[in-house]
């Protein structure tokens, strides 16, 4: 997810391995107020399990 003048705001990654479940990482930019610098980067992981119980790498 890109702001008004291109930068971006967001990305997120999903793997889904063959054996179910999955992993994703999720990483969100703030920038400074009133300029392109960036001010901060916050990431998130989240799993899901296959339904054997087996977290995904």
């Known amino acids: 997810m890109n702001d008004a003048n ?3 705001l ?3 990654i999903v793997k889904t391995p063959a054996s179910g479940g ?3 990482t ?3 930019y703030s920038l400074t107020a009133g300029t392109n610098v960036l001010a901060s980067i ?3 992981k989240t799993y899901q ?3 054997a119980g ?3 790498p």
């Open 26 to 28: 999720t990483r969100t």
């Open 6 to 8: 291109g930068n971006r």
């Open 10 to 12: 967001s990305a997120s």
């Open 54 to 56: 087996a977290p995904s």
């Open 49 to 51: 399990y296959a339904a």
């Open 22 to 24: 999955s992993a994703t």
């Open 42 to 44: 916050a990431s998130t």
